[in-house]
């Protein structure tokens, strides 16, 4: 079955930029339908979603992070990355890549993700 | 922004039954989603589209829709069900939002 894993700095100093890689085991990138997707949770708190790149490119951010946010793949890897650019303190928390699936009701395209990869810590601190 | 509201939290002895709620304006158009997350661990997917089980999940655990509100319900809960629990679902602003969770605790 398809697996997900992080990987990155653990540790980012404030203004720079947080770089995270999720490598994608036991199927294709390529393969389509997927929504291949970054998520957050700030520590002891909820899920916030980042978001995401479909299998043909495109991508699509949170509003509240589209001004810092880069997703991008490497099929030639089955990898793929987050960027957020400008970090503070408060960019503080777990990060997790998952693959989403959608569905299009009345115009909405409405995400769920299984499975998760297991997570990652990313602190902001000089 | 779009909100989906649960309770914080939710208690039930073992062997009850749990139900857990999330209210959200556009639900009575969008599907929900529900995930299990134990301490440390991944989320994980219990419920999708209100109420479809994905493989591998016990089925004590159900999803329902009612109007702005859809329910978790874990019929004969465990030891092993006490987790956080979050729905998710979207409207016209974005393709996936949380609700704040709801801790399960089983007494």
């Known amino acids: 079955q398809v697996q997900l894993q992080e990987s990155g700095p653990g540790l980012v100093k404030p203004s720079q930029t947080l770089s995270l890689t999720c490598t994608v085991s036991?199927?294709?990138?390529?393969?389509?339908?997927?929504?291949w997707s970054w998520i957050r949770q700030h520590p002891g708190k909820g899920l916030e979603w980042i978001g995401y790149?479909?299998?043909?490119?495109?991508?699509y951010y949170n509003p509240s992070l589209k001004s810092r946010v880069t997703i991008s793949v490497d099929t030639s890897k089955n990898q793929f990355s987050l960027k957020l650019s400008s970090v503070t303190a408060a960019d503080t928390a777990v990060y997790y890549c998952?693959?989403?699936?959608?569905?299009?009701?009345?115009?909405?395209?409405?995400?769920?993700?299984?499975?998760w990869g297991q997570g990652t810590l990313v602190t902001v601190s000089s | 922004s779009y909100e989906l509201t649960q309770p914080p939290s939710v208690s039930v002895s073992p062997g009850q039954t749990a139900r857990i709620t999330c209210s959200g304006d556009?639900?009575?158009?969008?599907?929900a989603y529900w995930y299990q997350q134990k301490p440390g661990q991944a989320p994980v997917l219990v419920i999708y589209?209100?109420?479809e089980r994905p493989s591998g999940i016990p089925e004590r655990f159900s999803g329902s829709s009612s109007g702005t509100t859809v329910t978790l319900t874990i019929s004969g809960v465990q030891a092993e069900d006490e987790a956080d629990y979050y729905c998710?679902?979207?409207?016209?602003?974005?393709?996936?939002?949380f609700g704040g969770g709801t801790k399960l605790t089983v007494l």
């Open positions: 556009a639900l009575p158009k969008q599907y």
């Open positions: 790149i479909y299998y043909s490119g495109s991508t």
């Open positions: 036991g199927g294709s990138i390529s393969s389509g339908g997927y929504y």
């Open positions: 998710q679902s979207a409207d016209s602003s974005g393709p996936s939002v």
């Open positions: 998952a693959r989403g699936k959608g569905i299009t009701i009345f115009g909405v395209v409405t995400n769920w993700f299984d499975p």
């Open positions: 589209k209100d109420s």
